[in-house]
């Protein structure tokens, strides 16, 4: 069974099937004359671009009639007639892509998709934090560990994250080592050639639509160098997933983040934090949509349980009275990280579904459409999240913490906080 349709037909005419133009000068390096943040400085930048060359020269691991096919299905969600679903690790790691590794990841996103299905009534569009998450923004560039300062870990893509300086060097051979991954990933998810997971008793919730990847367009060399002229639209495809978003720290309206993402023909998420404002967001749906094509945009507020209810209105309603069909997707991730008193990075349950809630009062007080959720979990029993139904507590966190970055949510709390997200939908 294949979860990708690579061979897709050939797209059809409707809502989220048309492609806006290119916008006039963009070309897939002219990010290169904005400023770029959060990028690794390559110890060697003529070897970085070989490399990166090398990346280019590989097949696209995802077909653009597949991109096409998520432009349609978001189209959708933008108009209330479907859900979205987006959900994963923080951070992939290479060592996670593994065929039984990707077998449990899709399982879990299945279940939780199936229940928002059942719960709903809603055809859900699956989205995963998959088969290429291997970059990650940080809020410093360095840090000190035993009294040596060390550059960040900023993902697979780009570094390893033991705290000692060779793994920490900037490595651009790791761009290969993510693409390999991403294939092997996909191959798993059934996209390529042979292979595929077994979906088991989940396999209807397939029928609506496959299981879509996404990532975080944060090392642009990497997306340059898998972004493709596709001669059967005359536009362009970053083909390195179906979906990329552009995050909180580089979503700045004359960065290089921004202006590569507006010339390429896949659905974009932007973050947007509590700061961001109306202005901005108008801003960044003129540059990102200008047409007003539903499927195009999908904005993702991560504001914080104390803040969504008074940040979100305003930005809601600018992009309504500006005409754009974006999906409004909530992260409640982002917007709730804590350290713990025992020094852990973490989330309380109890933050997060307070901030979904905020989310749809907020929708439904302005008459626009929740679209969706966007979740940090796994379907493993880890203890990185505080609350939920068995209570986890701080001095539970220790037991099993095992993300890369972030804290997710385990498999029980969530069912629990999906449970929650039908009710709302329903409600
Ligand atoms: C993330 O999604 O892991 C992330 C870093 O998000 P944000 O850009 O919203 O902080
Ligand atoms: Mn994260």
Known sequence: MSMIPADAPAPVAGPGARLPETPPRWHRSSWRERPARQQPVWPDPARACDIARSVSMLPPPVAPEAVVSLRRDLARAAAGQAVVFQAGDCAERFASCGEDAVAGKLRTLLQSAMMLALGTGLPVVK????????????????????????????????????????????????????????????????????????????????????????????????????????????????????????????????????????????????????????????????????????????????????????????????????????????????????????????????????????????HRAEGTHPGGVHLEMTGEDVTECLGGIRELGDDHLAERYETACDPRLNGAQAVELVFAIADLLRG
């Not at 970059?135 to 697979?156: C, F, H, I, M, Q």
């Not at 893509?157 to 390999?180: F, K, Q, S, T, W």
């Not at 059967?232 to 202006?259: C, Q």
């Open 127 to 362: 989205i995963g934090r998959i088969a290429g998450q291997f970059g990650k923004p940080r809020s410093a560039d360095t840090e000190v560990v035993d009294g040596v300062e060390l550059p960040v870990y900023r993902g697979d893509i780009v570094n390893g994250p033991d705290p000692v300086p060779e793994a920490r060097r900037p490595d651009p051979e790791r761009m290969l080592h993510a693409y390999g991954h991403t294939r092997a990933a996909l191959r798993t998810l059934g996209g390529c050639e042979a292979g595929g997971a077994d979906p088991g008793e989940f396999a209807w919730v397939l029928e609506e639509g496959p299981l879509y990847t996404s990532h975080e367009a944060l090392l642009l060399d990497y997306e340059e160098a898998l972004t493709h002229l596709d001669p059967a639209t005359d536009r362009w495809f970053d083909t390195s997933a179906h979906m990329v978003w552009v995050g909180e720290r580089t979503r700045a309206l004359d960065g290089a983040h921004i202006e590569f993402v507006s010339g390429i023909a896949n659905p974009v998420g932007v973050k947007l934090g509590p700061g961001a404002t109306a202005e901005e967001v108008a801003e960044l749906c003129a540059r990102l949509d200008p047409e007003r094509t539903p499927g195009r945009l999908v904005l993702v507020p991560r504001m914080g349980a104390q803040r969504v209810r008074e940040a979100l209105p305003p930005l809601v309603r600018a992009v309504r009275d500006a005409g754009h069909p974006v999906v409004w997707v909530c992260d409640p991730m982002h917007g709730n990280t804590i350290r713990s008193g025992s020094g852990y990075k973490t989330r309380r349950f109890a933050d997060i579904a307070a901030e979904v809630e905020g989310f749809f009062a907020v």
